[in-house]
């Protein structure tokens, strides 16, 4: 991360990263429109390009910059063949200059108030962190099933699988700091899971139930998984995963201590329709 910078209506800078293959200019404007529609105004966005076509990354540059002559974009191609995911988040990460972060995929939106929501939890609150829950919509922006039908929000749900995708929080720039937080490079999947899990486990978060992030699903699973199901590395990266996140399970006392809670009707419940 570059120095912090204070910039329009005194308010402090958020930068939004977005990672894209250029493949779909249609869906990465959309993305970037759903951004720049936001109530908050002082944001930059950091474009990650993964890819060796020199001519696409241009091409989806001066796309953008047409569209956007007056913003603050930043672009960055990651030269490679592979699947970097993970390292396009840090590349992006160590490029932005907010005070608040966030994260995009080119296929996912967020609705007009969605970063001022959270940037206002997190000032009211004085936490580390703030989320809401992901609309689940199909290519046609039509709204899917639930996903979290009877999902407890809460640390001990948490730690069995993940509820926040990566569009659905920010995060303050002391925090990264702080705790010295990475996407871990080694992960193709869930990486944005493991960036959470010492933020959700061991900082003060804020929940926000207004849904304010739409993330696209065309198929059942997304490609990612399909693909990785398909070449036997998904349960390679599983296996990695659950040791990686040991680290952070709930003590026997800490699980007690959230039961009696759930009992006590304090913790927010996902209604099943």
Known sequence: ???NMR???NLPLLSVI?????SDIELLRKALSSVFKNSYSNIEVVIVFQGIDKALFEAVKNDINLQWPNKAVHFIQNKT???ERS???????????GEYFAFLDDDDYVAPTHYEN?????SREKTSMAFCLAQVVDENDKIKAELFDGRFIDKLSFYKD????????VVTGNAIERLNLKFDERLQL????LFLLPLYMNEAVSFVPERTSFYRIVSEESQSFTSYENSGKRAQQYELLKNLKRRYKPSFFQKLNLKIRRLRGLVYKVEEE
Do not use: P, Q, W
């Open 18 to 22: 977005v990672r894209t293959l250029g």
């Open 7 to 9: 910039l329009r209506n």
């Open 190 to 193: 869930a990486e944005d899971y």
């Open 162 to 169: 993940n509820f926040i995708t990566i569009h659905s929080f």
């Open 87 to 97: 390292k396009n988040l840090n590349m992006g990460l160590e490029a932005a200059r």
């Open 81 to 83: 063949i592979n699947d």
């Open 118 to 122: 959270l940037i206002s939890a997190i």
């Open 1 to 3: 991360m570059k120095a």
